[in-house]
């Protein structure tokens, strides 16, 4: 588990720890007790901005994958995804292609709903900070106000951000595991592929992440992960409609 740096305690610092107090940007506003200091107009236009990605997100990740996964199978072996989606049908099964799907949006929806308040407290430019999952205090008879955050430099701070990655893997890999299986009995070599660059961006980013920059530098791990796993849900989404002869 990720260890926790407290930033406010008056005893000598551990030599791990940064020796700023939070870990914002260096041309960042911050507050006394660490965290980005931001007025209610910049809380709101960032939550806002937020709950409008909440929304459209999901649709476009949807027709990106939807996209590449009709790439797949009009570029691939056509009469043998046919014939599999027909057996598919015939059993009704199309249908768990569809809950496949819905699950697969339902684990989009619940990991990126907390960024909405996320972005009412930090900053896009807020650096590593951002790779907290949540954010501490102490509490107590004349406990110091300032907030409590990962350790970010030097070793201790590059295993904080290499387990983040893995939280992060666990995180969506389930919807991804349930896509990789149903995918696979009608687009088997495809779904391989896009295993094998699943796999490829979940390594980036962890090797990214836990670089002494961190945090931005696990952004194409990010993005290969991210377009393989709306691939996969794109493939159950098409053979469930298929499964309806609706294209």
């Known amino acids: 588990a990720p260890h926790i740096g407290d930033f406010c305690s008056s005893r000598p610092r551990n030599p791990y720890m940064s020796s700023q107090p939070l870990m914002g940007s260096d041309n960042e506003r911050m507050g006394a007790d660490g965290m ?9 236009k960032g939550m806002a901005s937020a709950s409008k990605m909440l929304v459209g997100a999901p649709i476009i990740f949807t027709a990106v994958g939807f996209g590449l996964a009709y790439g797949i199978y009009s570029f691939g072996d056509k009469s043998a995804y046919a014939a599999r989606i027909a057996e598919i049908a015939a059993k009704q099964a199309h ?3 569809f809950s496949g799907f819905v699950f697969h949006r339902l684990s989009g929806f619940l990991n990126f709903y907390p ?4 972005s009412g407290c930090l900053r896009a430019k807020s650096g590593n900070l951002r790779a907290n999952p949540q954010i501490y205090e102490a509490v107590g008879e004349n406990a110091p106000k300032n907030k409590i955050v990962m350790v970010e430099s030097g070793e201790v701070g590059r ?3 290499g387990n983040r990655s893995l939280h992060h893997f666990i ?4 919807p991804f595991a349930a896509g990789l299986y149903m995918a ?3 687009f088997p070599f495809p779904a391989f592929v896009l295993t094998c660059l699943f796999a490829a961006g979940r390594i980036l980013h962890q090797v990214g992440y836990s670089s002494p920059k961190g945090y931005g530098e696990h952004g194409l791990g990010f993005m290969l ?8 849900a794109g493939l159950m989404l098409l053979t469930g409609i298929k499964g309806l002869g609706l294209l």
């Open 95 to 97: 249908w768990t292609y």
């Open 115 to 118: 960024v909405m308040y996320k």
């Open 171 to 174: 995180e969506n890999s389930l």
């Open 184 to 186: 696979s009995a009608v």
């Open 159 to 161: 295993m904080n951000r």
């Open 36 to 44: 980005p200091e931001m007025d209610a107009a910049e809380r709101e």
């Open 225 to 232: 992960a991210s377009l393989s796993t709306e691939a996969m």
